[in-house]
C-alpha cells in the first residue's frame, strides 16, 4: 500500500475523483482588514495587535477600503458576477485563534459569484468553475512544543484579509488541481493583490474530495482535507484520500463526511473526529460594519484597470512577437521575468534575444541568489546593452555571461565591463586569420582530416581557435575562415 | 415561527460554546433561553407583510477607511488581560489535533 500511494490510484481504476478546492489568498495590502495593524509575515510574535484584532470589549471593526478594491479585482479577473450590494457576515465558532468568537466573512452576499479559470493540462485546453469568492478575515496562529500540555498563540495574522476562493467540483485529477492552483496564483500575482507565498502560508488551500464509478453523474459523500500549504502536499493529500476512499468502497464501507488532516511526516490524511471538528457557524450578518455597493461604473473603472493577465500575455507572446510556445510560458510562468521581457523589448525589440538572455542568464544568476529577478535590482536598459553586443557580435554569447556578473555588482555601463575585461570579440578580420593560421600549422593531422571530408576535425580546429583567443573569437566566423583557408 | 427550547438545544449551544456545563447550569440556560425568546417573540405580534427584512440598524453603506497603519499594542500590554501567557506568546490548553489554524 505505502508505495503505491506514489503512483496515481486512479489509473487503471473503476473510479473516477470528483474535486473541489477552497484556496486561500492572503491580500497583500498594508494594514489589516478591520484595524490598522501591520499586515506582514514574520513580525515578532503578538505585535501586530490591537484592541479590534484581540477582538477587546467595545473595540469595533473599520473596513479597508484597498482590501475590498483589491478583492474586486481579484473576482472581475476570474469573470465572477459582482452585485451591486454585499455585506459582511459573523461565523461563529470558538478557537483559540480566533479572538472574538466569530470571524467575520461573507454568507450569502459575497463579492463575487461564479467566474471560471482556463488554463492548459498537458497542453489542451481546461476549465474550472468557480462558486463563488468572498472576503474574510484570517484566524490567528497556534503552535505546539512536544511534551507541553499548552498551546502558544500569535495573532499577528489574525484579522488580516483573506479572499476564499471557491470551485465547483470540476477537478479530477491532483494533476488538474495543481494546473488549476498555479493558474490561480499567477493571475492573483499578476494583479498584484498578494504574493501567494505558500511557504509563508498566503496561499493555502482546502480539498474537498470524493470517488464514484467512472462516468457516473451524481455526487458522492466527500471528506475536506484542510489547510495544504504546497502543490506538493496537495497532490500527496489526494492522492492518499483517493486511494483511501477506493480501499473504502471496495471492502464494502461508506465514505464518512468529515473534516480531515494531511500528516506530510506519514504521507497520510487523518480523521479530525470528536466534538472539536462539530460545526455549527450560525452565521448572521455583522452588525459592527456597513454593506459595501458598487455602482456599474465603479465596476467598468475596475475592469478596465486590470493589466494584462497571464492568458492574454502568453497570447501576446506567440503570436504578435513570435516567441515558441515553451519558452513564452516560462516567461509567462514567473511573472518578474514577464515584467521585465517587456520592459526590454520596449527597448529592444528583438524578443527571441532578449527572451533567451532572460531565460537562461538572467534567471540563472537570480536562482543562484535565491530570489527573483526584480530583486537583482538590474536596470532592463543596461541589460538590453548587454542582449545588444551579443547580437552585435562586440562578444561572444559565451563571453556575454561573463559580463553580466559584474553588471550586477556595479552600475559601469556594460561596454566599459566588456572592455575592462578584455572581452571584445576579435573584429578585426586579420587578426583572426593570423591565429586561425597559427592554429592550423600546429594541428597538420586534424588539417588533413578536413581535407578529407571529416567535418567533426572542423570543430576540432574552432575549438583550438576559440581556446587560444580565449573564446574573443566567432566562432561561425573561425569555421568559415577555416573552410575558406582550406579549401583554397 | 417558534423555536423550542430542549434539552439537547442546550446541549448542542453548551458544546459550540466550548463549555462543561452541570445539569443545574444547563437547565438555567434552558430556562434563560426561554425568556429571551419569549421577549424577542413579541415582535412576532407586528405586521410585517411587505416590508424588507432589515440587516443593519443605520441606513449608511461604504463606511470605509485608507489602507494607512497606526501603531499595534506592545506585546507586554497585548498580553496582560489574558490569564496565561509565556511572553511572546499567549498560552492556552494544548488543542487537541494539530490543526495550526482554524481558519477555513
Same mark, same amino acid.
Given at each position: 500500500m505505502c508505495a503505491e500511494k506514489k503512483l496515481d490510484p486512479l489509473e487503471n481504476s473503476a473510479y473516477e475523483a470528483v474535486v473541489g478546492l477552497e484556496v486561500h489568498v492572503q491580500l497583500n495590502t498594508r494594514t489589516k482588514m478591520f484595524c490598522r495593524c501591520e499586515n506582514r509575515f514574520g513580525a515578532e510574535p503578538n505585535t501586530n495587535v490591537c484592541p479590534v484584532c484581540l477582538g477587546w470589549p467595545g473595540a469595533l471593526p473599520y473596513a479597508n477600503r484597498e482590501a475590498i478594491e483589491q478583492s474586486l479585482r481579484a473576482v472581475l479577473a476570474c469573470g465572477c458576477e459582482v452585485g451591486e450590494f454585499s455585506k459582511f457576515d459573523r461565523k461563529n465558532y470558538y478557537y483559540p485563534d480566533l479572538p472574538k468568537g466569530y470571524q467575520i466573512s461573507q454568507y450569502d452576499q459575497p463579492l463575487g459569484l461564479g467566474g471560471q479559470v482556463d488554463f492548459l493540462l498537458d497542453g489542451e485546453k481546461a476549465g474550472v468553475r468557480l462558486t463563488r469568492i468572498h472576503l474574510e478575515e484570517d484566524a490567528g496562529k497556534n503552535t505546539h512544543v512536544a511534551g507541553r500540555p499548552v498551546s502558544f498563540v500569535d495573532l499577528n495574522r489574525a484579522g488580516t484579509p483573506l479572499l476564499e476562493i471557491?470551485? $465547483?467540483? +470540476?477537478? #479530477? #485529477?491532483?494533476? &488538474?488541481?495543481?494546473?488549476?492552483? @498555479?493558474?490561480?496564483?499567477?493571475?492573483?500575482?499578476?494583479?498584484?493583490? #498578494?504574493d501567494c507565498n505558500m &511557504? $509563508?502560508? #498566503?496561499? @493555502?488551500? +482546502?480539498?474537498?474530495?470524493?470517488? @464514484?464509478?467512472?462516468?457516473a453523474q451524481h455526487l458522492e459523500t466527500r471528506a475536506e482535507i484542510k489547510n495544504l500549504n504546497s502543490f506538493n502536499f496537495i497532490e500527496k493529500a489526494l492522492h492518499y484520500e483517493v486511494s483511501r476512499q477506493i480501499d473504502l468502497k471496495e471492502r464494502g464501507e461508506e465514505v464518512v463526511q468529515e473534516t480531515r488532516l494531511y500528516d506530510p511526516e506519514r504521507d497520510e490524511t487523518r480523521s479530525m473526529r470528536g466534538k472539536e471538528a462539530e460545526h455549527d457557524y450560525r452565521y448572521f450578518p455583522e452588525p459592527d460594519l456597513t454593506p459595501v455597493t458598487f455602482t456599474r461604473e465603479q465596476l467598468e473603472d475596475i475592469r478596465s484597470s486590470l493589466p494584462e493577465l497571464p492568458a492574454a500575455r502568453l497570447q501576446r507572446y506567440t503570436s504578435e512577437l513570435g516567441l515558441e510556445d515553451y519558452p513564452a510560458d516560462l516567461l509567462v510562468r514567473d511573472h518578474e521575468a514577464a515584467i521585465f521581457f517587456d520592459a526590454c523589448i520596449e527597448l529592444y525589440p528583438k524578443a527571441r534575444s532578449a527572451a533567451n538572455w532572460i531565460l537562461n542568464s538572467l534567471k540563472e544568476e537570480a536562482n543562484s541568489r535565491k530570489t527573483g529577478i526584480s530583486s537583482l535590482g538590474l536596470e532592463p536598459g543596461r541589460f538590453v546593452d548587454l542582449v545588444k553586443a551579443v547580437d552585435d557580435g562586440v562578444v561572444s554569447s559565451q563571453k556575454g555571461r561573463e559580463v553580466l556578473k559584474p553588471m550586477l555588482e556595479s552600475d559601469k555601463p556594460v561596454a566599459e565591463i566588456i572592455s575592462e575585461l578584455g572581452l571584445e570579440q576579435i573584429s578585426d578580420d586579420s587578426e583572426l586569420r593570423e591565429q586561425v593560421e597559427k592554429v592550423l600549422s600546429e594541428h597538420p593531422g586534424p588539417v588533413e582530416d578536413v581535407r578529407a571530408g571529416k567535418k567533426n576535425s572542423v570543430n576540432f580546429l574552432v575549438g583550438q581557435v576559440m581556446k587560444e583567443t580565449r573564446g574573443k573569437a566567432n566562432p561561425g566566423k573561425v569555421a568559415e575562415m577555416i573552410g575558406e583557408i582550406l579549401s583554397a | 415561527m417558534s423555536i423550542e427550547v430542549t434539552d439537547e438545544l442546550v446541549e448542542k449551544i453548551a458544546v459550540l460554546s466550548r463549555l462543561d456545563l452541570t445539569r443545574e447550569e444547563l437547565d438555567g440556560f434552558k430556562e434563560?433561553?426561554?425568556?429571551?425568546?419569549?421577549?424577542?417573540?413579541e415582535l412576532q405580534e407586528l405586521e410585517t407583510d411587505g416590508v424588507d427584512p432589515s440587516l443593519f440598524t443605520s441606513e449608511a453603506s461604504n463606511v470605509l477607511r485608507s489602507d494607512e497603519g497606526t501603531p499595534s499594542l506592545p506585546n507586554e500590554v497585548a498580553l496582560r488581560p489574558s490569564p496565561d501567557s509565556e511572553p511572546p506568546y499567549f498560552l492556552v490548553p494544548r488543542i487537541i489535533g494539530d490543526a495550526e489554524s482554524s481558519e477555513n
Open positions: 471557491v470551485t $465547483e467540483p +470540476d477537478i #479530477s #485529477s491532483a494533476a &488538474e488541481a495543481g494546473a488549476f492552483l @498555479r493558474n490561480l496564483r499567477l493571475i492573483m500575482l499578476y494583479l498584484g493583490v #498578494s &511557504e $509563508e502560508g #498566503s496561499l @493555502r488551500c +482546502d480539498v474537498n474530495v470524493s470517488i @464514484r464509478p467512472k462516468g | 434563560h433561553f426561554e425568556k429571551v425568546l419569549e421577549y424577542v417573540g
